[in-house]
């Protein structure tokens, strides 16, 4: 980060958003409504492999491809195996995701994300010939504390008062896309100086990796348009949390710093065609309920 904003100032922004965007998400989540995964794994299985897998190796493909400077070409791969944005699920409900099996990907990637995260890394220390290394308890922390908790808290209140929860829920949702926006505004100042020294063809490949992994996620999402939107959100949006830990424990260069911040910026604007498409697509379906 180029430091134009205090740390702790930009820290407790992001914390405060992040936990804000997870508890208001779990106030409409109906603990019921998550059982039914168990009886319909199918589902699940090919959405933790589009964001888990499909992503990865997509995002190594395409950098390849454009032939990127090694840093970005580690940049974007990091994003790429950091999975389980915390504002992925807020967007995937509402551009239509399911809203059972959405919360309940995010879930299951939150928490594989504590093994797949070390084993991507052993694996790109092979690919690259380096020695970085992230335990699987910090994973574990910063996936409990900044996803799962807040999560958790908010589905927590739904059960305890469900009227209570609908009642608090609109006004909670409107503070969040606030801190949403000071969130992003404070990390383009914090990080512009860094972001613009990002190549133009990394630039290029977070465009193409995006679209990509939003194509996959559609794809491998199945036949239920709700279920789709939901592995594509998901699959496209990556955890800079995750990434930039791996970053900082490895005191990663900065080149590979701007290619993940790069992505954070791009995905946020990126994502938001295929949001409203499948907004106008959910307008026009017809609901049993």
């Known amino acids: 980060m180029s430091g134009a904003i205090p740390g702790w100032l930009l820290t407790a922004v992001v914390a405060v958003t992040v936990f804000t965007v997870m508890f208001t998400v779990g106030l409409g989540v109906v603990l019921g409504e998550l059982r039914w995964i168990w009886q319909r794994p199918e589902p699940m299985v090919r959405g933790l492999f589009a964001v888990l897998i499909a992503v990865p190796v997509l995002a190594l493909v395409i950098s390849r491809a454009l032939e990127l400077p090694r840093l970005a070409e580690i940049g974007l791969v990091l994003m790429a195996i950091a999975p389980g944005a915390p504002v992925a699920l807020r967007r995937s409900l509402e551009a239509g995701g399911h809203r059972a099996f959405a919360p309940s990907l995010q879930i299951g990637v939150a928490v594989l994300a504590v093994i797949s995260m070390p084993l991507s890394i052993a694996a790109l220390n092979h690919l690259y010939g380096g020695h970085a290394s992230i ?107 995750l990434a930039l830990l791996v970053a900082t424990v490895n005191h990663a260069p900065p080149a590979v710093t701007a290619t993940i911040l790069a992505y954070l910026v791009i995905a946020v604007f990126g994502i938001v065609p295929y949001v409203v498409w499948r907004r106008r697509a959910e307008s026009r379906t017809p609901h049993p309920n």
Request: glycine share 10%; net charge positive.
């Open 135 to 241: 335990s699987p308890w910090d994973v574990a922390r910063q996936v409990c504390v900044a996803q799962l908790l807040p999560l958790g808290l908010g589905m927590g209140v739904r059960k305890a008062g469900a009227s209570f929860a609908m009642r608090i829920e609109p006004w909670l949702r409107r503070i969040s896309m606030i801190l949403l926006v000071a969130a992003l505004v404070l990390v383009l100042i914090d990080a512009w100086g860094t972001m613009v020294n990002a190549s133009p063809r990394a630039l290029a490949a977070i465009m193409l990796t995006i679209g990509a992994a939003l194509t996959a996620g559609h794809l491998l999402g199945g036949p239920e348009p709700a279920m789709r939107t939901a592995v594509a959100i998901s699959s496209a949006a990556r955890n800079p949390g």
